[in-house]
């Protein structure tokens, strides 16, 4: 039996965000080619939408890179507002890839979590 | 003898990076033959409605404030080593930093250095302001009835290849795609035609890759104990190597920190991307989901596979507008129950605003409790159990078109100091004025029958 774990999306992808008007896109990255395919399966645009719905997100689409083992997520009225009209002090969105890496989690393999990574370790 | 691999690198990546970072990309270019290229990229979309402000005051400025220490820095290496220079650098008045250029090389004794410009992205050259209000928005604020500050179409890369032809050493210019920057050089050098799709999109992809300067390398990027980078206080900037058939190899300038790893430059492909399939631009539209990537040695990634496909009839044109004020202000409790004092002082200014008039759109926020993936009415924060005993920065902030009301709601911070809870301290404030941008359609063969390159003579 392969021991498999729930984590959160932080311990198996990496990720970056970027600002067009009030649309974020984030993508996801998978560390290791084999977690590419539980990424498919288990983050997807509801649970995404579901996550950025309290900054009004009103739609996420999701385009899948398999030879580049990313996920790329358009997240639109995600920004509330953008850099018109946000109040929130990072007003591109910048920091909003951690906020989909630290609360969405998947269960998988613990192969594909990187060798020496502290969640393995915990 | 034909070209067999152009070298272009960045020396800046928004206004603001490392006025430094631009050098070692030259040493390194320096000891490279063929073709040599130093882009800096430093146009936000709100960029040019600043820039127009200040050359309404004064005619000569408007290009980048940051051009001056950007070329002060290479300009002289660059020129000995004949690496020519792309930069967005001219913003609203390329003629004018093409005139500060010629005058900053006679300071530091370049002899003949030349230089061009690209002009006609401004649509107020030839269109009524009424004319720009009435096409179709695609994103942003209603620009109907506000008066428009700045409205430039993003031009392609063919005037950049344009300006090259003139030989001169330095080609500035306003409003392009971030992009052109690359490819622009690269249709010079190659000769690559108007519909050889899956090369400018090759091109496109470099541009891409190396407009943002060390986001490719490890900025932006390293997550310490999961994507460590090493000397990012000294972070190499990049470096494309593309060649005549569109292969291209990304590195860095040697001797300096940060990496290029198959992870970095993916997250770069996918930066500010929306769908995979169609990243548009005037010259192509450019198609990455056959991308594939492949190590080339250390800090070394080929990337194969760009595909290109006709672009879009309409260019995208930015329009600005006054977008009125924003006040900030933030006072710190640290210590046992600092949470319940920030919460305190948060309720306070809370009743004070409404009870005192202001309707204004307002945020008050703890800084340290989740502010960041918050809203405005910090719903999350409301679920989560964070320690009363720390440190936590209460944050108002406002948008309002009167500037007495920022100065308002940042003295209601202010005020805490002898009328709010204990021990809280660190105030700071700002009021900044604050530019409204859409994005519009504009058919492309009238503004690309304006766009012209020149050269600037003193």
Redesign the interface.
């Known amino acids: 039996m392969t021991d498999t774990l729930t984590l959160p999306l932080?311990a198996v992808a990496?990720?970056?965000a970027?600002?067009?008007?009030?649309?974020s896109?984030i993508?996801v990255?998978a560390?290791v080619p084999d977690a590419f395919a539980h990424l498919c399966e288990q983050v997807t645009e509801q649970k995404v939408l579901d996550l950025f719905r309290?900054?009004?997100a009103t739609n996420v689409?999701r385009?899948v890179?398999p030879?580049?083992?990313?996920l790329?997520f358009?997240i639109d009225d995600a920004l509330?507002g953008g850099?018109?009209?946000a109040?929130?002090?990072?007003l591109h969105g910048?920091?909003?890839s951690f906020?989909l890496l630290g609360e969405i989690e998947v269960t998988v393999p613990a192969s594909c979590v990187?060798a020496g990574?502290?969640y393995l370790a915990d | 003898m034909t070209t067999q691999t152009v070298y272009i690198g960045s020396g800046a990546g928004f206004a603001g990076d490392r006025i430094d970072a631009g050098l070692p990309v030259v040493e390194t270019l320096a000891r490279r033959d063929g073709p040599r290229y130093l882009i800096f990229e430093v146009m936000g979309?709100?960029t040019l409605a600043i820039a127009q402000r200040i050359k309404m005051r004064n005619p000569e400025l408007g290009y980048s404030p940051y051009l001056e220490p950007y070329l002060r820095g290479v300009l002289k290496p660059a020129k000995d080593a004949g690496v020519r220079i792309v930069a967005n650098l001219g913003n609203a008045n390329p003629l004018g930093g093409a005139r500060k250029t010629l005058e900053i090389a006679k300071e530091l004794g370049i002899e003949g250095l030349r230089v061009a410009v690209v002009l006609g992205d401004d649509l107020l050259g030839f269109m009524t302001a009424e004319d720009v209000a009435g096409l179709p928005t695609i994103?942003?604020?209603t620009i109907q009835g506000k008066e428009i500050v700045a409205a430039n179409a993003y031009l392609g890369a063919r005037p950049v290849a344009e300006a090259l032809t003139l030989g001169t050493d330095v080609v500035l210019v306003g409003r392009t795609t971030d992009a052109a920057l690359v490819l622009g050089p690269l249709i010079h050098e190659f000769g690559w035609t108007e519909d050889d799709w899956d090369r400018l999109a090759a091109g496109t992809l470099a541009g891409h890759l190396l407009e943002c300067g060390g986001q490719v390398t490890g900025g932006?990027?390293c997550?310490p104990?999961?994507?460590d980078v090493p000397g990012m206080d000294e972070l190499g900037f990049p470096i494309g190597e593309i060649g005549a058939d569109g292969s291209l190899v990304i590195t860095k300038a040697e001797n300096t920190g940060g990496l290029v790893t198959k992870?970095t430059v993916?997250?770069?492909?996918?930066?500010?991307?929306?769908?995979?399939?169609a990243y548009l631009t005037p010259d192509v539209a450019l198609d990455?989901?056959?991308?594939?990537?492949a190590d080339d040695g250390k800090d070394r990634v080929r990337v194969l596979?760009a595909k290109g496909h006709p672009p879009p009839e309409m260019l995208k044109v930015t329009v600005s507008a006054d977008?009125g004020w924003?006040g900030e202000a933030e006072l710190t409790y640290a210590g046992p129950n600092a949470l319940a004092r920030a919460n305190l002082a948060a309720d306070i200014v809370r009743k004070r605003l409404a009870s005192r008039g202001v309707t204004d759109?307002?945020?008050v926020e703890i800084?340290g409790a989740g502010?960041?993936?918050?809203?405005?009415a910090s719903?999350?924060q409301r679920g989560t159990n964070m320690p009363l005993d720390g440190e936590y920065r209460l944050?108002a902030?406002?948008?309002t078109d009167d500037k007495a009301t920022a100065q308002y709601v940042n003295d209601e911070v202010l005020s805490l100091f002898c009328s709010g809870p204990a021990g809280g301290g660190g105030y700071r404030c700002s009021i900044t004025g604050q530019v409204?941008?859409a994005?519009v359609l504009v058919p492309r063969g009238p503004v690309e029958a304006q766009a012209k390159a020149e050269e600037v003579t003193a």
Do not use: W
């Open positions: 932080h990496h990720g970056r970027g600002d067009k008007g009030n649309r896109n993508s990255v560390y309290h900054k009004g689409t385009y890179l030879n580049l083992n990313a790329n358009v509330e850099v018109n009209s109040l929130t002090q990072d910048k920091t909003l906020l990187p990574s502290r | 979309e709100r994103e942003g604020v932006y990027f997550d104990g999961f994507k992870a993916t997250e770069q492909i996918l930066y500010e991307m929306h769908d995979p399939a990455v989901t056959g991308v594939t990537l596979g977008g924003l759109p307002v945020r800084v502010a960041a993936f918050d809203n405005d719903d999350r944050r902030a406002v948008r409204n941008t994005s």
